[in-house]
């Protein structure tokens, strides 16, 4: 181990004298001020420490893992998990952050072993684990997507013979449960198969993996060709693909239909993969993207029938996505719903029907369309944030029961899952 007070130049200099350059050379930043760098690179003979890092007037910057990461003093002393400042049992935070001092330093930096200690001015010790800091660092976190998905048109997702979850399986073993929602996580859409056509067994097999939502329409909602609500949904008539409860501030996640009843023909339901299309528009006309991605729209529900009286309003981009890694979490679509704009100058707004076109486009390509007609016992949860869905029209009565649920729980449930399983 060895530490030297020089330069970036000299530093990088004397490295190549002494041969055993184990670190890539450091990228300099754009420095405000002129003072000497220190540079501490890290190699053992036995054990190469691919490790190296520099305390800057502003900033710590780490290098390991083969990113450089910088971290803010602030974040620094914020983040320190000792004893006093985080309570591991409870996985908080106990140390006030409006209590760091702005402009905080340490007073001093080492590495031992693969443990970086931080000594503050008031003598708190603050350490970090290198594979740590590398997880959760900004660079590492930009490199990563939340969450793996398979993006799928019609082909793609049929070749992949994505098998159906008995009933008795989902509601019965962890190895069940674990394939389904591994399925809906990656593909956005998953069956299962062989449940009684009831509205109280649709119930359980939602509330094993999530909370019911109650909206508007109710906790569980069965619904035929009735119009008792205000809405194209309670006919006979075809709908063209969409997401729903666009108009809530935050869109359901997920949507459980279960075909109770039908006799009479038609009535199939279109699956499209919202974020394959989107992906397209993206590989093809990114300034569209981004435009979708920027421009806010309201999403409007406005009820009059009977006892029902309604009115919805819900905001944001047709695309939205994580600022930092740009990977996209939500798709709000509903040309039924979409409400005046009234929000984006005539400019912009003509160049988002161009954008708003080409993600329209993609959406109606027939090999984008999953059709398939579902049946009693035949139950589907849908990513109503990802995938579209629509129905064909149809004859004769047809009754649908189904609910909204919640979209942190099923992940909550996902990840407490044993791993073995
Ligand atoms: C599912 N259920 C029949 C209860 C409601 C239908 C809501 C339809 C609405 N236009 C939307 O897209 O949100
Ligand atoms: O009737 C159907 O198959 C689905 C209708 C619909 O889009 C909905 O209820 O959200
Ligand atoms: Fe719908």
Same mark, same amino acid.
């Given at each position: ?15 190549l ?21 220190t ?30 990461m ?6 620094l ?13 409870t ?18 930096? *080492?590495?031992?072993?693969? /443990?970086?200690? +931080?000594?503050?001015?008031d003598?708190?010790? #603050?350490?970090?684990? !290198? =594979? ?19 993006l799928w ?5 049929q ?23 591994q ?7 998953a069956?299962v198969?062989?449940?009684p056509?009831?509205q ?18 109710? *906790?569980?909602w069965h619904? /035929?060709?009735? +119009? ?6 309670? #006919?006979?008539?075809a !709908? =063209? ?20 009843k ?7 339901t279109?699956?499209v ?14 300034e ?21 009286q309604?009115h ?8 939205n ?5 740009k990977?996209l ?7 039924y719903?979409?409400?005046v ?6 400019d ?19 090999e ?5 007609k ?5 139950v ?12 064909e029209?149809?004859t004769?009565?047809?009754q ?8 942190d729980?099923?992940?909550s ?7 073995d399983?």
């Amino acid at each position: 181990m060895w530490n030297c007070k020089l330069s970036h130049l000299q530093s990088k200099l004397q490295a190549l004298l002494k041969g055993g350059v184990i670190c890539r050379t450091l990228q300099q930043p754009n420095f405000k001020s002129s003072f000497l760098l220190t540079i501490h690179r890290y190699h053992t003979v036995s054990k190469p420490l691919n490790c190296a890092w520099q305390q800057h007037e502003d900033h710590f910057e780490l290098q390991y893992a083969n990113t450089v990461m910088r971290f803010d003093y602030v974040w620094l002393r914020d983040h320190c998990r000792s004893a006093s400042c985080y309570n591991s049992k409870t996985h908080q935070r106990s140390l006030d952050t409006a209590s760091v001092d702005l402009c905080i330093k340490p007073k001093t930096i *080492r590495l031992d072993e693969t /443990t970086l200690f +931080f000594t503050w001015p008031d003598g708190h010790v #603050t350490r970090y684990d !290198l =594979d740590w800091l590398a997880k959760n660092s900004y660079e590492g976190q930009k490199q990563k997507v939340i969450q793996p998905r398979i993006l799928w048109n019609a082909e793609i997702y049929q070749q992949a013979q994505v098998p159906s979850v008995d009933f008795q399986s989902f509601l019965e073993s962890n190895e069940g449960l674990k394939k389904f929602l591994q399925n809906f996580l990656l593909y956005g859409i998953a069956f299962v198969e062989n449940v009684p056509p009831t509205q109280e067994h649709t119930a359980r097999l939602a509330e094993r993996i999530s909370l019911i939502r109650e909206t508007i329409y109710g *906790r569980m909602w069965h619904f /035929t060709s009735d +119009f008792s609500r205000g809405d194209t949904a309670y #006919t006979k008539l075809a !709908l =063209d693909r969409h997401t729903d409860t666009t108009y809530f501030q935050e869109p359901c996640g997920i949507q459980v239909f279960h075909c109770l009843k039908h006799e009479g023909t038609g009535g199939r339901t279109l699956l499209v993969d919202g974020f394959y299309a989107a992906e397209q528009v993206l590989q093809k006309a990114p300034e569209e993207f981004e435009l979708l991605s920027k421009v806010p729209l309201k999403h409007e529900y406005i009820e009059n029938v009977g006892e029902c009286q309604n009115h919805m309003i819900g905001v944001g981009p047709v695309l939205n996505i994580y600022p930092w890694n740009k990977e996209l979490y939500l798709i709000r679509y509903n040309n039924y719903d979409r409400a005046v704009i009234n929000t984006v100058p005539y400019d912009v707004v003509h160049r988002w029907y161009t954008a708003h076109r080409t993600l329209t486009k993609e959406l109606r390509r027939p090999e984008n369309e999953f059709w398939v007609k579902l049946k009693p016992g035949k139950v589907l949860f849908i990513d109503n944030w990802r995938v579209l869905h629509g129905r064909e029209s149809f004859t004769g009565y047809r009754q649908l029961c189904g609910c909204y649920l919640t979209r942190d729980d099923p992940f909550s449930t996902y990840l407490q899952l044993p791993s073995d399983v």
